[in-house]
Every structure is written in C-alpha cells, then in structure tokens.
C-alpha cells in the first residue's frame, strides 16, 4: 500500500468513523440534551419525536431511541446531497483540493462537537462532518485514478475496508473515550462549554487533524492536468437522477438497497444489545470491533485473492446469501452465542457486496466520469444510511427488534432477486 492509496483509505475511515463514533454514546447523550430546557433546535425535534408517539402504538419508554434514529438520519442525509456535489467538483477542480476542504472542513465538524455544551451546536457539528463526509466519492475516484482496470478491483476492496472499518471502529473510540475524565480542561479553560463526553470529541477531532495533514503533506493529484482544462462548467443541481449511464444508475439503486437494510440492523442492533442482552456501552463498542475484523479479514483477504478469478455478480450473490441467513439467524437470537453467528454470516455478506457493487461501477464508467459516477453510487448509500435510522428506529420502537430484523431479511431477499437477473459488463469504457 502506498502513500497515496493509504491516505485515501484514511479519509473514508474518517468518513464512516464520525457517523458511528456516536453510537455507543448517542442514548446518554441524548438524555443529558433532553434535560435542557431553551433551546429551539432541541424543541423542534422533541416536538417532532412526540408527534410520531401520537400516531404508533410503540413503547413510551423507548423515546430516547426514537429521538435517537431522527438525529442519526441527519449525518448520512447530508452525505447523500454533498457527495454527488464533492464528485463532480473534484472532476473539475482536481482530487486533492476538494478533499484538503472537506477534511478541513471535518475538522472544524469535531471541533464544535467537543465544545457543543447545547444541542443546536451538537447538531451544527453532525451538519457540518455529514456534508464533509461527502467526500468518500473523491476518495473512490481517485483511487481508481491509480489503478488500472485489472487492479480496479483490489482498489475498491481497500476502500470498501476504509468504509467498513470506519464505521466499526467509531464505536470503541466512542465508548472507550467516553470513560476518559477531562475535567482539567474545564479547569483550564473555565469560559468555555464542552460537551457531555469530551473525550471522545477530543478523540475525533484528533484524528480528523492527522487526515487533513496526511492528505496535505501525503497525498499527490491523482486526477490529469490536461482532463481539467476539458471539463464543462460545472452542473448546479445535483446528477443523481440524470445520469445517461443506465448501468450506473441500476447499480447505484442497487447499493441503496443493500445499505438500507444493512444500515437499519447496524443502527438498531445497538438499542436491541443495551435493552436485551443487557450489553454495556463498552461491550457494544467490541461488537462492533468483532463486526469490523470480519469485514476487514474478508474484503483484505478473501475478496482481494477472488478479483479478478470471479466476476463481481457472483460476489454480490455470495454476499446477499450470506446476509439472508445472517438475518435469519438473527431474528431467533436469545443469547450472546447466536448472535455472534448470526454477525460473522452478516458481516462476511457486506464486506463481499460493498467493494463488489463499487468495481462494477468504476468499470463501466469512463476515466472522466469516475468521479460523477462514483458520487452518485457513493450518495444513494449515503441516502440509504439516512433513512435507515429513522426508518427502522420507528419500526424497532412500534413493532420490536424481531420485526426490524425481520424487514432487514425481507428487503435483502428482494435484493436478491433483483441481483439474480444480472449479468457481468461484458467490455469497460475506460
């Protein structure tokens, strides 16, 4: 792995990382906020939160997870809107610029969440880190910026590592820091307002200051001069939706499909281990870790021997079945044993579909369109990501964890035999 190549798998960690650093602290968190009283922000979204207590029959006890799955959504929606926009840009501006922005602009994100003492800056932080996050498509082109097509691939599978590994990994940064006491700093800077687990802000915005310096110092344009001076001036509105590449788009729904099931049982598993296993903060956060190594061993190691032996198509089946009987197992959990088969067969299924799904994407398009296309690939899991909280937080409130498991099975079963018709692109148009 060169320089290059790591720097752009540390920005889509960094990604990943701050949608799920929160997770292990978010229900906390929340309760701490709730107990405020003055702040608008706050008040539009507990009045919204009550709203949908009136219209379903959930548990009244469960609010906090509720609450939860709306400020959740906010993160990913952004990412959706910003990472077409951030694709596109790169395509005109070069890749490097757009993501010394963005990381900076992450950097600022978890700057304010350390000192967000009130929830409408708590929210300005989501804001702010979720549209920068939009960057993973420029961090997806120009990775296949240096990679030929028979090493587009192996390409795709380091960044399908960076996306999953970010989003395990954040959170036992999240839960483990949370522990942390940094009540010296309050001490030393007594006019200043942190927030409720400074640590783990102090943590991410750390992180997020070694990416920004890595791409600065490490990371070289990968986009040609000459392909810039070629562009056409930049759209305003978003091309998710205008694609002429019909390849693209098919795939792009595709993979919004996949992560909205997914990404409903990663956001909804966390309430379902506090309320029904009894798991601790910090016992959630090894959960994740477990769920990460699988992905990382099997997109690090399996997938990368297969590219290139065994068309994408056959991965993205193998994945969707893997999945199927993850989410099968999964809806008779009762005790830690079974849910942790249940996780191996669910995390070996995403680690085959992620970089599986983003190799077909990046063959079919042109060298010139790697960015537009990849963004707009990148933003449907980002929409998926967004709604999938908040849908399946409403479920699991309404209905129970089983039902929201079970919708989790039913949407990747229809997954699976859309996928089946498939058939591998034939030729490459770059």
Request: proline share 3%; with cysteine.
């Amino acid at each position: 792995m060169n320089k290059t190549s790591f720097v752009l798998f540390f920005t889509v960690f960094i990604d990943m990382m701050g949608f799920s650093v929160i997770f292990p602290i978010f229900p906390e968190t929340l309760k701490i906020f709730l107990t405020q009283s003055g702040d608008p922000v706050l008040d539009r979204f507990a009045d919204l939160t009550r709203i949908l207590l009136e219209v379903s029959s959930g548990d009244r006890s469960l609010f906090v997870a509720l609450f939860g799955g709306i400020v959740a959504s906010l993160y990913s929606i952004l990412q959706f809107i910003f990472a077409p926009i951030w694709g596109k840009v790169s395509d005109h501006l070069g890749r490097k610029s757009v993501l010394v922005l963005t990381s900076f602009g992450s950097f600022l994100g978890y700057t304010i969440w350390l000192f967000s003492g009130s929830f409408s800056f708590f929210v300005l932080s989501r804001v702010i880190t979720g549209a920068m996050g939009g960057n993973i498509s420029v961090a997806s082109a120009a990775m296949a910026d240096i990679t030929n097509e028979k090493d587009r691939a192996k390409g795709m599978g380091m960044i399908g590592a960076g996306v999953g590994l970010g989003f395990i990994a954040g959170p036992p940064i999240g839960g483990l820091f949370a522990k942390i006491n940094l009540d010296f700093l309050k001490l030393m800077f007594p006019d200043l307002t942190f927030t409720v687990f400074p640590a783990s802000a102090l943590a991410a915005t750390i992180i997020a200051l070694i990416n920004l310096l890595m791409i600065l110092f490490w990371f070289r344009e990968t986009f040609d001069q000459k392909d810039l001076l070629e562009r056409k001036k930049i759209h305003p509105i978003l091309g998710v939706f205008t694609s002429k590449n019909k390849e693209v788009v098919l795939y792009s729904i595709f993979y919004f499909v996949f992560v909205f099931a997914f990404s409903g049982f990663e956001f909804s598993i966390n309430f379902y281990l506090s309320q029904f296993l009894n798991y601790e903060p910090t016992e959630i956060g090894f959960t994740f870790v477990y769920i990460g190594m699988i992905i990382v061993l099997i997109q690090g190691g399996v997938f990368r021997r297969l590219s290139g032996k065994v068309d994408e198509i056959k991965l993205i089946r193998f994945g969707t079945f893997f999945l199927l009987v993850g989410f099968f197992i999964l809806y008779f959990v009762s005790n830690s044993y079974q849910l942790f088969i249940s996780l191996t067969f669910l995390a070996s299924g995403s680690a085959l579909l992620h970089p599986s799904l983003s190799t077909l994407v990046s063959l079919v398009s042109g060298k010139e369109e790697q960015g537009t296309n990849l963004g707009m690939f990148r933003s449907f899991a980002s929409l998926g990501r967004g709604m999938a909280p908040f849908v399946f937080c409403l479920i699991y409130f309404s209905k129970g964890p089983a039902v929201s498991f079970l919708t989790s099975g039913l949407v990747s079963f229809l997954f699976l035999l859309f996928i089946w018709k498939l058939k591998q692109p034939k030729t490459n148009r770059i």
